[in-house]
Every structure is written in structure tokens, then in C-alpha cells.
């Protein structure tokens, strides 16, 4: 059992955590959650016996191992394979010694330990651990020197789940994961015997991977048993009891206080004052709900919206060197309103396709065409690079409107989410999730009508994943997204295209099927196709061509019940206890999100209608 006891910790002089304990049993798996900042990391150290206490304990099993991801990427000449074997250390240990060995008794007792420990198998092993983080089997054995940093990080990773330490902490795995690899270690993590506790801002994975969620909230640690929504659930309730608690106490003790100061003076009153005074000081303060506002993201409407399609690619073949193209043959139209999820593992060509939407890759083939005017707003995570690390969030705003008054700019730069002093303080001192709300704000500054996100959640909190989430659903133009987080785009997107194979198409299933799809393949099973085809051109002219009546009616059937469960999934939301009076904003939101739901359902409704006349004009 891990066990942390009265703990307290602190750097550099602030008080993360405050006398907190927290009992996590073996075999249980964990998802912490709080705002970035609180201490999630720290606690990690100091359970690691990297950083000290201020007070209390933290107490481990003394034969556990504690395994966790490394905080630099491997490299050097090694192969993949060899770099993830070796993090099994006793295996390694005992092959190196199977080789001098010469004791016969002792060889024996190398040779019964690897069985014991199944070491034969390993490589097998850890090839299904690679192949599930988006390796090919032909890159297993290149060396790690030739791959970039970040699939490095994801062979740390590997490494660390193919040790399979007893206790395994992981802190934000999946921000080195495409949603592909992402899928695969939910179910990985899901599965997993021993016990883990994993930090992380994504819903999916901690309503999928883990059966008890700790919560790091003004420095109290609280374990609550079940997923991520069954936590949310029960945070709300306890919260609002114990705002009711703290209330009827600062009833009680006005009361108490309004004796004393009314007889403390009178002699015959006063041992009963003084009793007062002792009941005052016995009372424990209730923490009240603290209400944690997260601050909105919102994007800058397009001043005009632009007559479809805004883009339209056709028969084009793109890539970085010529005669090597990395997407061939590509034809797909993106619309004014269109929310398109990209899909497929990372170095299949998401970021080539929407550098070629963006304008920043010319086709070396084939033909692109974009509406009068186009804007398009490009965010990636590797921006961060191109921010002024000893600017401020004003300095980069101030570049962008040099003639404008103070006033104006001042403005902006809250608009974007940096009110105050917080517009002034260096880059290099913001957190992950400061700098990425920047970026947002620098990459829509000019109001485009289409925005691209690549990785947009990276760094920010669950809180600030739905604002954005918002946000999206509020731009009036469209929206092109790459993202591993399942949340995000189960939310926003409203058509998924998976690139793969050199080319784009079109993916007619859901997420939940997508996840089926992509762990089947993983397991050696041939992954289904049936539902992919060429990207939809929704009819727009009598001269496109238009699907079959019985494609329709098939298609709007599938609409209609995908709808159906969005209506279902918000219902159950507006039917939690108290939800109105709780959080009225959330209420409105999902009351708002409620009345899309139901045009949307109305127009698929009509649409299977139309072509169910069709169908049966047809058969007669």
C-alpha cells in the first residue's frame, strides 16, 4: 500500500500541499486531477524520495519498484527494441550473466529466474508495447538517434510500461501520443495488474483507465472511488453539502459572537459568555466551496463568411521533396461551417495536409483552390519556439497593433485571457497552458475564417480543455483539428477524415468504432475498411453527383441515431441534482448545446424523409 501520512510540501516558500493524507491501495488505478500548478508533479517527487517533506511520511511497500517516465528522451546508436528490453533491469541482468556464467548450479538458477519471469517472451513483448505507440515493426530496429524527440519520449515510455513496475506514475503520457497511440494505452492502462497512478487532463482516459480519481484541490488530497465522471458527480454533491455545512457554522458562530459581545461586560453573564468563547475556539472551520472560474477562449468571428467551398483540393500530391510525396492523389472541399477531426497515426501526413490547407506547402501536383479572401489561423504546439521568451503577452499584442491606443490594446490582450499584470509577464515565465492560450490568441488575432488546431489541449487543464471546446463550437467558420484527445473532438467535430496510406478519406463511424478499429489492428486482427471511403461531397449543384436514395436513407439513419445519443448524454447532465442552482452556466450551456442537438436532428429527420420518398418512388 502506498501510504501518505500528514504531508506537507513547499517550494520555494509556497505551500502546495498541507498536512494531507491519502491511503491508495495495490492493484488500484489512479487518475490525480487538479489545475495545473497545484502541486501534481511535486507530489510525484516526493513519492519518488526526490524532493523532501516538510512534515508527515510517505510509506511504500519496501520490495516495490516505482517506475515513471524519464524526464529526457533516450538516444545513441541502440535500437528501439533493445533500449525498451533493457528497462526490464533484472532480465537484462541475468541474460549479461548467462553469458560468463559457469557454475553449473548457478547457470541453473539464471535459467529457472528468466523462465520464472517469462524473459523468453520479452521481446515479443515489448515489440506489442511499440506497435501499440505507433511504431513499425521496421523501425524497432533503427536506432533512436534517427527519430525525433518526441517519439523518442513515447520509446521512454514504452520502456517504463514494458518494466511494469509495481508502482507506475505517469504524468501527462499522452502529450506525446497521437489519438491512435492514446486509444491504445487507455486499454493498456485499463488492463494494467499492478498499481498506477497516471496525472492527466484527459476525460476519455480517466473515465476509460482508471477506478478511482485523486484530487489535488487548496492543498488537501481526496481519493474518490470511480472514473472521472462518477468524480464529478461526487465533488459537486460534496461541495454543495458543504457550503450548506459552512453557512449554518457562520449562523452559528454570529450567534455565539453576538453573546459575548452582548455580556461579556455583565458580571452575572459572564461564565456563560466564557463558555461561549471556549465553544467559539473548539468550532473547526468548514471549507466552503471555492468557486475556481476558468477563463473563456473565445475566437474572433470572420467578418465575412465565404461561399462554399472555401477549399477544394484536387487530384494533388504534396510532400518536402520532390518525387517523395508524403500524400498522393488527394481530392476533398472544405466548407464555411465544416468541424473536421483529422485521424490516423502521427507521420502519416496529418501535419502535411494541413500546412497544404494553410498555404504553407505547395502541391508538387494536382490542383488547389481557395475562396476570395481566405484567412486561415494555423496553431501548433511547436509555436512555442517562435514566442519572444523575454516578451510579454502585451509585447506580442503591442507588434501586431502598433498604432493602436493603450486602451485597445490593453483590451486585447484580456480578450485573450491575460487581464492586468498577467499581460505583462514574460513568456518564459508563463505555464504550458499560458503559452498555449497565447498561441491561440496570436493565431486567431486577425479573425480568420478558418482556423486550423494542431494539438490545441496540450498543457491545458480539463476546465480549459472545455472552454475551448466551447469556443470551437461558437466560431462561426470552420474548423480543422488534430488532436489525441477523444473529448475534444467527440464535442466539436462533426466529420472525421483519417490519413493514412498516402492519401485522405472519409471515416463514417464514430469514435467508439474508430477505438474498436485501431485496438483489433493492434491485437493482429485485420482492421476493418468498410467504412471508409473518399471524402463526402456534400451536394451543392445539380452537376455534383448525388448518393443513392437507399445510401441516404442509411446515412440518415446513422445521423439520427448518433444525434439521438448527443440528446441522451445531455439529458442525463440537465437531470443531476441541482445542477441549475449549482452551476447555471454550465446548465445554460448544455441547455444551448440541447437546442443544436434537436436542429440537427430535425434536418436528419427531414433528410431520411426525403430520401425514403425517393427509395419508395424508386421501387414502384
Given at each position: 500500500?502506498?501510504?501518505?501520512?500528514?504531508?506537507?510540501?513547499?517550494?520555494?516558500?509556497?505551500?502546495?500541499?498541507?498536512?494531507?493524507?491519502?491511503?491508495?491501495?495495490?492493484?488500484?488505478?489512479?487518475?490525480?486531477?487538479?489545475?495545473?500548478?497545484?502541486?501534481?508533479?511535486?507530489?510525484?517527487?516526493?513519492?519518488?524520495?526526490?524532493?523532501?517533506?516538510?512534515?508527515?511520511?510517505?510509506?511504500?511497500?519496501?520490495?516495490?519498484?516505482?517506475?515513471?517516465?524519464?524526464?529526457?528522451?533516450?538516444?545513441?546508436?541502440?535500437?528501439?527494441?533493445?533500449?525498451?528490453?533493457?528497462?526490464?533491469?533484472?532480465?537484462?541482468?541475468?541474460?549479461?550473466?548467462?553469458?560468463?556464467?559457469?557454475?553449473?548450479?548457478?547457470?541453473?538458477?539464471?535459467?529457472?529466474?528468466?523462465?520464472?519471469?517469462?524473459?523468453?517472451?520479452?521481446?515479443?513483448?515489448?515489440?506489442?508495447?511499440?506497435?501499440?505507440?505507433?511504431?513499425?515493426?521496421?523501425?524497432?530496429?533503427?536506432?533512436?538517434?534517427?527519430?525525433?524527440?518526441?517519439?523518442?519520449?513515447?520509446?521512454?515510455?514504452?520502456?517504463?510500461?514494458?518494466?511494469?513496475?509495481?508502482?507506475?506514475?505517469?504524468?501527462?503520457?499522452?502529450?506525446?501520443?497521437?489519438?491512435?497511440?492514446?486509444?491504445?494505452?487507455?486499454?493498456?492502462?485499463?488492463?494494467?495488474?499492478?498499481?498506477?497512478?497516471?496525472?492527466?487532463?484527459?476525460?476519455?482516459?480517466?473515465?476509460?483507465?482508471?477506478?478511482?480519481?485523486?484530487?489535488?484541490?487548496?492543498?488537501?488530497?481526496?481519493?474518490?472511488?470511480?472514473?472521472?465522471?462518477?468524480?464529478?458527480?461526487?465533488?459537486?454533491?460534496?461541495?454543495?453539502?458543504?457550503?450548506?455545512?459552512?453557512?449554518?457554522?457562520?449562523?452559528?458562530?454570529?450567534?455565539?459572537?453576538?453573546?459575548?459581545?452582548?455580556?461579556?461586560?455583565?458580571?452575572?453573564?459572564?461564565?456563560?459568555?466564557?463558555?461561549?468563547?471556549?465553544?467559539?475556539?473548539?468550532?473547526?472551520?468548514?471549507?466552503?466551496?471555492?468557486?475556481?472560474?476558468?477563463?473563456?477562449?473565445?475566437?474572433?468571428?470572420?467578418?465575412?463568411?465565404?461561399?462554399?467551398?472555401?477549399?477544394?483540393?484536387?487530384?494533388?500530391?504534396?510532400?518536402?521533396?520532390?518525387?517523395?510525396?508524403?500524400?498522393?492523389?488527394?481530392?476533398?472541399?472544405?466548407?464555411?461551417?465544416?468541424?473536421?477531426?483529422?485521424?490516423?497515426?502521427?507521420?502519416?501526413?496529418?501535419?502535411?495536409?494541413?500546412?497544404?490547407?494553410?498555404?504553407?506547402l505547395a502541391p508538387f501536383a494536382g490542383r488547389i483552390t481557395r475562396a476570395d479572401k481566405l484567412s486561415v489561423g494555423y496553431f501548433a504546439q511547436h509555436q512555442v519556439d517562435e514566442l519572444n521568451l523575454d516578451g510579454s503577452p502585451y509585447d506580442h499584442i503591442r507588434k501586431l497593433m502598433p498604432e493602436a491606443p493603450e486602451s485597445k490594446v490593453r483590451g486585447r490582450v484580456g480578450a485573450i485571457g491575460f487581464s492586468g499584470k498577467a499581460g505583462d509577464t514574460l513568456v518564459k515565465s508563463l505555464s504550458g497552458g499560458e503559452k498555449a492560450r497565447l498561441l491561440l490568441g496570436l493565431a486567431t488575432f486577425y479573425a480568420p475564417n478558418m482556423i486550423i488546431l494542431d494539438e490545441p489541449t496540450n498543457h491545458l487543464d480539463?476546465?480549459?480543455?472545455?472552454?475551448?471546446?466551447?469556443?470551437?463550437?461558437?466560431?462561426?467558420?470552420?474548423?480543422?483539428?488534430?488532436?489525441?484527445?477523444?473529448?475534444?473532438?467527440?464535442?466539436?467535430?462533426?466529420?472525421?477524415?483519417?490519413?493514412?496510406?498516402?492519401?485522405?478519406?472519409?471515416?463514417?463511424?464514430?469514435?467508439?468504432?474508430?477505438?474498436?478499429?485501431?485496438?483489433?489492428?493492434?491485437?493482429?486482427?485485420?482492421?476493418?475498411?468498410?467504412?471508409?471511403?473518399?471524402?463526402?461531397?456534400?451536394?451543392?449543384?445539380?452537376?455534383?453527383?448525388?448518393?443513392?436514395?437507399?445510401?441516404?436513407?442509411?446515412?440518415?439513419?446513422?445521423?439520427?441515431?448518433?444525434?439521438?445519443?448527443?440528446?441522451?448524454?445531455?439529458?442525463?447532465?440537465?437531470?443531476?441534482?441541482?445542477?441549475?442552482?449549482?452551476?447555471?452556466?454550465?446548465?445554460?450551456?448544455?441547455?444551448?448545446?440541447?437546442?443544436?442537438?434537436?436542429?440537427?436532428?430535425?434536418?436528419?429527420?427531414?433528410?431520411?424523409?426525403?430520401?425514403?420518398?425517393?427509395?419508395?418512388?424508386?421501387?414502384?
Open positions: 500500500m502506498l501510504s501518505i501520512t500528514d504531508i506537507s510540501v513547499r517550494i520555494a516558500g509556497r505551500l502546495l500541499i498541507d498536512h494531507s493524507s491519502v491511503q491508495i491501495v495495490p492493484g488500484a488505478r489512479v487518475g490525480f486531477v487538479g489545475r495545473n500548478g497545484v502541486g501534481k508533479s511535486t507530489l510525484f517527487h516526493a513519492i519518488r524520495g526526490e524532493l523532501p517533506t516538510e512534515s508527515g511520511s510517505i510509506a511504500l511497500p519496501p520490495r516495490w519498484r516505482i517506475g515513471s517516465l524519464a524526464q529526457e528522451a533516450p538516444d545513441g546508436p541502440e535500437s528501439l527494441i533493445n533500449v525498451v528490453l533493457k528497462a526490464d533491469l533484472e532480465r537484462d541482468a541475468l541474460l549479461r550473466e548467462a553469458e560468463t556464467a559457469h557454475d553449473p548450479h548457478r547457470i541453473a538458477e539464471i535459467q529457472t529466474r528468466l523462465v520464472d519471469i517469462d524473459a523468453h517472451s520479452a521481446p515479443a513483448r515489448a515489440a506489442a508495447i511499440l506497435s501499440g505507440l505507433g511504431f513499425l515493426t521496421s523501425d524497432q530496429a533503427r536506432p533512436c538517434a534517427e527519430f525525433s524527440g518526441g517519439w523518442r519520449m513515447r520509446v521512454a515510455l514504452a520502456a517504463t510500461l514494458f518494466s511494469a513496475p509495481d508502482l507506475l506514475l505517469l504524468d501527462e503520457p499522452t502529450n506525446y501520443l497521437d489519438l491512435e497511440g492514446t486509444l491504445w494505452l487507455e486499454n493498456h492502462l485499463a488492463n494494467y495488474p499492478r498499481t498506477v497512478i497516471v496525472i492527466s487532463h484527459d476525460r476519455d482516459l480517466l473515465d476509460t483507465s482508471v477506478d478511482q480519481i485523486l484530487h489535488l484541490d487548496r492543498g488537501k488530497l481526496t481519493l474518490y472511488k470511480g472514473t472521472y465522471s462518477s468524480f464529478e458527480e461526487q465533488r459537486a454533491a460534496r461541495e454543495l453539502l458543504d457550503a450548506k455545512h459552512a453557512k449554518r457554522q457562520a449562523d452559528e458562530r454570529k450567534r455565539l459572537q453576538d453573546f459575548v459581545d452582548r455580556f461579556k461586560a455583565k458580571a452575572s453573564k459572564a461564565r456563560q459568555a466564557q463558555s461561549r468563547v471556549k465553544m467559539l475556539e473548539r468550532m473547526k472551520p468548514i471549507t466552503a466551496l471555492v468557486t475556481q472560474d476558468v477563463r473563456e477562449i473565445s475566437f474572433p468571428a470572420p467578418e465575412k463568411l465565404l461561399s462554399p467551398p472555401i477549399i477544394a483540393v484536387d487530384d494533388v500530391s504534396v510532400g518536402y521533396e520532390p518525387g517523395k510525396p508524403v500524400l498522393n492523389r488527394v481530392t476533398l472541399r472544405v466548407d464555411p461551417d465544416d468541424r473536421i477531426a483529422l485521424l490516423g497515426s502521427n507521420g502519416n501526413g496529418k501535419s502535411t495536409l494541413v500546412k497544404l490547407l494553410a498555404g504553407k480539463i476546465d480549459s480543455r472545455a472552454a475551448l471546446a466551447e469556443a470551437i463550437n461558437e466560431f462561426p467558420g470552420a474548423i480543422m483539428m488534430v488532436s489525441h484527445d477523444r473529448y475534444l473532438i467527440e464535442a466539436c467535430a462533426d466529420r472525421l477524415w483519417v490519413v493514412a496510406n498516402q492519401t485522405v478519406t472519409a471515416y463514417d463511424g464514430d469514435l467508439d468504432e474508430y477505438r474498436r478499429m485501431i485496438l483489433s489492428a493492434n491485437d493482429g486482427r485485420t482492421a476493418s475498411r468498410e467504412r471508409v471511403k473518399e471524402p463526402a461531397k456534400p451536394e451543392r449543384n445539380r452537376n455534383e453527383k448525388r448518393a443513392s436514395p437507399r445510401q441516404r436513407v442509411t446515412q440518415a439513419e446513422s445521423e439520427i441515431e448518433r444525434i439521438n445519443g448527443i440528446i441522451a448524454k445531455i439529458d442525463t447532465a440537465l437531470a443531476l441534482p441541482g445542477i441549475f442552482t449549482r452551476d447555471p452556466k454550465q446548465a445554460a450551456q448544455l441547455t444551448k448545446a440541447r437546442a443544436g442537438a434537436e436542429s440537427a436532428l430535425q434536418r436528419a429527420e427531414e433528410e431520411w424523409l426525403e430520401a425514403s420518398a425517393e427509395l419508395d418512388e424508386a421501387a414502384n
